[in-house]
Each structure stands twice: as C-alpha cells, then as structure tokens.
C-alpha cells in the first residue's frame, strides 16, 4: 500500500487545519491507520491512530483538539486539528499497519505562528 498526505500549511494560534491521507488500497483491510509527527530535533511520535474495529488513541498533548477518522469508501484517513498551537508545528506523518508491515506517507507540514 501507498499513502499520500495532503493538507499541511500555514495557520495560525488557535486556527483549524484538515490532514488527508489517500491510501492505495481498501483501507478496510488495513488494521490500524494514523498520524504521527516529527517536531523539529526531536524524535517522531505518535499523534492519532484509528483501529478498523472504530477504535482510536491520542497523545494526550492533542486529546480534545484533534480528531481522526477514516472514509472508507475514499480510502482516505482525516486528522482534524482544532485549537492549534504554535507547539503542534511539525511534519505530520501518515502511518499505516498492515498486514505486510508498517508503511509511511511523506510528511506533510504544519506550521503554526502564535
């Protein structure tokens, strides 16, 4: 499977922005979907994932503000991001485990002015 992100941009403190994730594949067949991001010097983590059973996980620093779904007609996964923070710039990474393993997107960026 191949994953593509789109909606990265400029927003600012307290502004909305819509990630898009396309995927190659029937999303229904894969286990779990999500996000995850790199800020600048630090090491990748874990923003959202989504379970094909509907179940999802957040990091806390974005639980209440960000919310991840999937259309599964589009094969796309969404993360909606509210409330943003100048502490949510990053590279946003769209994650996919699969049956074969662990595929990434290219990163999308975010950036956040306060």
């Known amino acids: 499977v191949q994953l593509q992100a789109s909606g990265g941009g400029l927003v600012q403190a307290g502004g909305s922005l819509r990630l898009s994730c396309a995927a190659s594949?029937?999303?229904?067949?894969?286990?779990?979907t999500g996000w995850y991001r790199q800020i600048q010097g630090k090491q990748r983590e874990l923003v959202a994932l989504?379970?094909?059973?509907?179940?999802?996980e957040y990091a806390d620093s974005v639980k209440g503000r960000f919310a991840i779904s999937r259309d599964n007609a589009k094969n796309t996964v969404y993360l909606q991001m509210n409330v943003l923070k100048p502490e949510d710039t990053a590279v946003y990474y769209c994650y996919a485990y699969t049956t074969r393993g662990v595929v990434w997107g290219q990163g999308t960026l975010v950036t956040v002015s306060s």
């Open positions: 989504f379970s094909n059973l509907g179940s999802t």
């Open positions: 594949e029937n999303i229904n067949i894969i286990p779990i």
